[in-house]
């Protein structure tokens, strides 16, 4: 089951007015079946999915309309974390669909054209660091980015991509540990967990109309990530 099966799965539940969905243990392969480049813990998206549950472990809880976890390849080379969902992607479930998304989409693709390399949207996995939306928009709460970062940092570990781009400062602060800012942080390469990750500015920041500085460094930032991966 992928990601969005899971979710309409919960979402069944939900209408149905069950409340609690525990998971089995996942069953040991037979040794002759296991598949070598499977992730050790054998953790999936699924199972991540499935934790997550119908989640009520931060206050975020109280004001969402939809838990959103996370989209594009599974098996992504590069992936996207932003800070969390907004009105449309609380409204849809989706990360990144309403003005910063579209400029995100069109800053992946519209590099990766003019940079002649074949990539859509589809090709990477996007997420958040929180996955339920702040009220008002605001920046996550620490206590909400460590409780709901176990999330993410278990996206990450099961996709292993070969690089991060961190977009804004919650999810810089988050993925390595730091209290610098993104002007200070963007541009060079730092690491999460043995993945290097290009830190940039979020794209809601390059929707403000005084910010044409930042949005050509985003481009910069986006080239070196879509060359580092894919060349
Ligand atoms: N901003 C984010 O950080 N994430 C989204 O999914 C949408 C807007």
Redesign the pocket.
Known sequence: MNADEVRRRLEFYRDLGVKQIYRRAPRPAPAAEADPAAPASGDSLAAIRLDIGDCRRCRLHEGRSKI?FGSGNEQARLVFV?????AD?DAQGV??V?R??QLLTQMIEGTARKEGIPLTRADVYIC?VVKCRPPGNRTPEPDEAEICGQFLSRQLEVIRPAAICA??STAAKYLLNTREGVTRLRGGWHQWRGIPVMVTY???YLLRPYNQNAKREAWEDLKKVLHFVFD
């Open positions: 959103v932003g800070e969390g969902p907004g992607e990360p990144f309403g910063a998304g958040n977009l804004g979020h794209p809601s």
